[in-house]
């Protein structure tokens, strides 16, 4: 199918309806198209992209003096879509996306949070990002508001969240968080139950702001790589590379071949490394420590190669503007082949326990099932989608360097349990070590970095990147002195909390620790 073949359709609906839309292919945030709305016609917009079929990718707000620009990000067969539109600073309101894309429900609470927009016929109008940090007139990414606040002294407990109630004969209630037994991010877990079946659950984040689009401002764009790299720690690599690849393209900068190839086997290492653990500890959850233990033994072994190698356990700062900051030693591509080699056997007999052993079957089968429908809905990317249906993956379906000279293979599952998520994980490792074969047998000669040009005052990029919990998308926009104006990362995992929301109905409470760590989301991710 050619590229944007669905576009003429979704533009000529919008015209049906009164719709006035330019698309506007002159600063297209490529490979992205564009198309300028009036703020009137925004709530319009996006009903009519989900009518066509789009994914939503995700919005963020942008103040630029007097004004405030707001873009929505729409996918459909690989094809990016940026809707834009500006309104005054003194009158900042849009009709909500909600209602027709569940998923962005706290995207654009987070935006009316801290950016002061109003959306419209938003069927939720609490606070979510907000806490109790900031007065109700204070709106933290306005140029005009301090990175260091205004409060004095320590912010008041969020005591007074209104969680939603289920009421009913034995029903009852069960807080768990924010702080938890073990050493993970503050997140607050409200059940409602009846016995031991959940009836409801619903989650407040955003314990640990911290302001990452606020700090971003005035930076220059290695210190912004730095940053983004720091987004989630988990996933450094492709956050970095999501930024690296937007000012890139705000700039017109291609990294040199053999960049691209290390940056694509660090990802993929990135990969390997989350899955291994995520694997083990799901198998642990349910008391089969066995798993857990052999897991945890080849992701040390494959974390201290990562040291040797590239300089840092978890390959932060290797990313860089223009291409990476460390090569390989010169037997440095033997030893990753014979590290693909060792890890392939040692996970043979691994993976072969794991996919069919009685006692995790009793627990992950049926457990935790999240529909095709609802993963759609929800716009759910990474191994929560493609275990529920949803085959799509960056390096694929939209690929970029070096992506779009290989072969990809996505596995993707129907079942939608955390039996089918942890066969997803298993088959992505797999298709990750092919990966890096691939990239093996062709890494060229050449520089590590190319120089990235001085940017043009307002220059944009946009950046999407497979990451190991699935896309990644990060804007970046210049100010007029080279350094950033306004950043906004946008981790998979804001689609896929609302998720284990949702697959957790029906379930009993004893199961909420594995099905929460089969989709473990972010909360750095998603507490920008």
């Not at 938003?122 to 005009?144: C, E, I, K, V, Y």
């Not at 490394?273 to 233990?293: K, Q, T």
Request: proline share 6%; with cysteine.
């Amino acid at each position: 199918m050619s590229r944007f073949a669905w576009l003429p359709d979704y533009l000529a609906r919008l015209a049906r309806e009164g719709v006035t839309a330019l698309a506007d292919d002159r600063d297209a945030l490529a490979p992205a198209r564009r198309v300028v709305l009036a703020a009137d016609d925004w709530g319009a917009a996006g009903r009519i992209a989900a009518a066509v079929g789009c994914r939503h990718a995700g919005l963020w707000g942008d103040p630029e003096g007097e004004r405030i620009v707001v873009r929505a990000c729409l996918v459909r067969d690989g094809d990016y879509l940026v809707l834009e539109t500006t309104m005054p600073l003194r009158q900042p309101v849009l009709g909500s996306h909600t209602p027709h894309f569940p998923g962005v429900d706290r995207l654009e609470r987070h935006m009316q949070d801290l950016v002061g927009i109003a959306c419209l016929n938003h069927p939720d109008s609490r606070r979510w990002t907000r806490h109790q940090a900031w007065s109700d007139g204070d709106f933290p990414l306005r140029n005009d508001f301090p990175v260091a606040g205004r409060a004095a002294g320590r912010t008041r407990a969020d005591a007074d969240y209104p969680f939603a109630r289920v009421q009913g004969s034995g029903v009852y209630e069960i807080p768990v968080g924010p702080v938890h037994a073990g050493i993970i991010e503050p997140g607050h877990f409200r059940f409602q139950a009846v016995g031991e079946e959940v009836l409801r659950l619903e989650e407040r984040l955003g314990y640990v702001h911290k302001g990452i689009e606020k700090i971003a401002v005035g930076r220059d764009p290695v210190g912004l790589a730095r940053l983004a790299g720091r987004v989630s720690g988990d996933s450094t690599v492709a956050h970095a590379w999501a930024a690296c690849q937007a000012m890139e393209r705000a700039t017109g900068c291609e990294p040199p071949p053999r960049a691209a190839t290390l940056r694509a086997l660090l990802a993929e290492r990135e990969r390997i490394a989350n899955h291994l653990g995520d694997i083990g500890a799901i198998c642990n959850d349910v008391g089969f420590a066995f798993a857990h233990v052999q897991c945890a033994r080849l992701r040390e072994h494959w974390q201290r190669h990562n040291q040797v190698l590239f300089g840092h356990r978890l390959l932060m700062d290797v990313v860089v503007p223009g291409g990476v900051a460390r090569d390989l030693p010169a037997n440095g591509a033997d030893t990753l082949a014979a590290d693909h080699r060792a890890l392939r056997k040692a996970l043979k007999p691994l993976f072969a326990v794991i996919d069919d052993h009685p006692s995790l079957d009793d627990r992950l089968l049926d457990t935790g099932r999240l529909s095709a429908e609802y993963a759609s809905a929800l716009g759910c990317t990474g191994y929560v989608g493609k275990a529920s249906g949803q085959g799509f993956d960056v390096r694929r379906d939209a690929p970029y360097a070096p992506y779009d000279g290989l072969r990809v293979d996505v596995p993707v599952g129907s079942e939608g349990d955390v039996a089918a998520r942890v066969r997803v994980r298993m088959a992505e490792v797999h298709a990750s070590l092919d990966l890096m074969d691939q990239l093996l047998t062709r890494l060229p000669r050449g520089d590590l970095v190319g120089p990235l040009p001085e940017p043009e005052s307002g220059a944009r990029g946009l950046g999407c990147i497979d990451g190991w919990r699935g896309e990644i998308l990060t804007f970046v926009r210049f100010g007029a002195d080279g350094r950033i104006a306004r950043f906004f990362p946008r981790d998979p995992s804001w689609f896929t909390w609302p998720a284990l929301e949702r697959l957790i109905h029906g379930n009993i409470v004893p199961d909420f620790p594995v099905c929460n760590k089969s989709v473990n989301a972010s909360y750095s991710g998603h507490d920008l």
